[in-house]
């Protein structure tokens, strides 16, 4: 099957600062990406999804000055949170998808704001 | 709105069958799915359904769908231990994007 990675799988930062995560489609060309949100024993809330050259749209609630998402070719996008605070703390799952059957999942990303 | 709701647990014995429960709200929906997720990890694509079709089986995995009554169901032949993980059924929407259930964990005991 197809193969998404995500970078970095784990990360720690400081409150206030921005921390950016990649999303790369390994082995397909992704035209549209999806960003998920997932909490501790929770679902996985669709935040954004981005076509590549063009803006992303956000789900209802999702900031989208504070969650910055940039699909800049087929292959990658890239979600940066702006002046984190600790509850950003969240796994972050992108996922990349060529047509309407399957949606190809990244590993996902844990991020703490401490 | 959508909604896609699942119990949130199921044990079952190694060797045994699991069903896994799924309603949803959205009868427009095109497909509908079953994912995977292992601890720490990410999603597994585990098998998909047309809305068209009634049942589809690959393998061990039995998916059957009462359209009318808007229920979805997984059944896992022989239970492995290495099937312990949390199940999520999602139902396709408008422009690819999907909206989950809750997750059912998956308990598989020797």
């Known amino acids: 099957g197809a193969v998404v990675s995500q970078h970095p799988s784990w990360v720690i930062c400081k409150s206030g600062t921005s921390v950016k995560i990649e999303c790369r489609s390994l082995?397909?060309?992704?035209?549209?990406m999806f960003w998920y949100r997932q909490f501790p024993k929770q679902s996985l809330m669709l935040m954004a999804t981005?076509?590549?050259?063009?803006?992303?749209?956000?789900e209802q609630g999702v900031e989208k000055d504070k969650f910055l998402i940039n699909h800049a070719s087929l292959t990658l996008s890239t979600l940066t949170v702006t002046s984190a605070h600790p509850e950003d703390s969240s796994f972050y799952i992108c996922?990349?998808?060529?047509?309407?059957?399957?949606?190809?999942f990244g590993p996902g990303t844990r991020l703490t704001v401490t | 709105g959508e909604d896609v709701e699942q119990s949130l647990f199921l044990s079952v014995r190694e060797g045994d069958s699991s069903v896994i429960n799924c309603t949803y709200t959205?009868?427009?929906?095109?497909?509908l799915y079953w994912y995977k997720q292992e601890p720490g990890a990410g999603l597994q694509l585990l098998t998909y359904?047309?809305?068209?079709?009634d049942m589809k089986q690959d393998q061990r995995l039995t998916v059957l769908l009462n359209k009318k009554d808007k229920h979805l169901s997984l059944r896992i032949a022989d239970t492995q231990t290495g099937d312990s993980a949390i199940y999520f059924c999602?139902?396709?929407?408008?422009?690819?994007?999907?909206?989950f259930g809750q997750g059912t964990e998956l308990s598989v005991k020797p």
């Open positions: 996922s990349g998808t060529t047509g309407p059957y399957e949606q190809y």
């Open positions: 082995d397909f060309q992704a035209t549209t």
């Open positions: 981005s076509n590549e050259g063009s803006k992303a749209t956000y």
């Open positions: 959205d009868s427009s929906s095109t497909y």
């Open positions: 359904i047309f809305s068209n079709m």
């Open positions: 999602a139902e396709s929407m408008r422009g690819g994007k999907l909206i």
